[in-house]
């Protein structure tokens, strides 16, 4: 199994409000695997349904653009620090944890520039 930790973030800063922003320490941690189908484990129910959660949403969408046939995983929640709906970023650390996963399982076809754009569309 392989590990990704993405960080809280926030870009509503004073006048700078979405054109400045800060990575807090707070993280969450999530390990992955191939697997024969999705298997979601460690998340809360409403996260657990793998049609509603914003990683293997994300994680989807990288094999849509780069035109491959998805491969599922084994997503298991490790730690998670970041609360969500509190303006810290919950779901852009959700998105690039996808992004992330689909990159390593097929075999890091994007460089950091390509990930920033996917994460930023």
């Known amino acids: 199994m392989k590990v990704v930790r993405t960080f809280a973030t926030s870009a509503n800063i004073g006048p700078g ?3 400045l922003g ?7 941690d999530y390990s992955f695997k191939l697997n024969d189908s999705y ?4 998340f809360e129910s409403e996260f657990s349904d793998p ?32 609360p969500t709906s509190r ?8 998105i690039v944890a996808g992004i ?12 950091i520039d390509d990930v920033f754009q996917l994460a930023s569309n």
Not at 51 to 76: A, C, G, M, P
Not at 87 to 94: K, Q, T
């Open 17 to 19: 409000f979405d054109s």
């Open 100 to 111: 992330l996963i689909a990159n390593d399982i097929l075999g890091n076809l994007l460089s």
């Open 87 to 94: 303006g810290l970023g919950s779901s852009a650390s959700c």
């Open 22 to 28: 800060i990575c807090f320490d707070l993280y969450n």
């Open 51 to 82: 049609n509603k959660n914003l990683i293997i949403q994300s994680y989807e969408e990288v094999f849509k653009t780069l035109n491959k046939t998805i491969q599922f995983i084994e997503l298991t929640q490790l730690e998670q620090n970041i």
């Open 39 to 42: 298997s979601l484990i460690g």
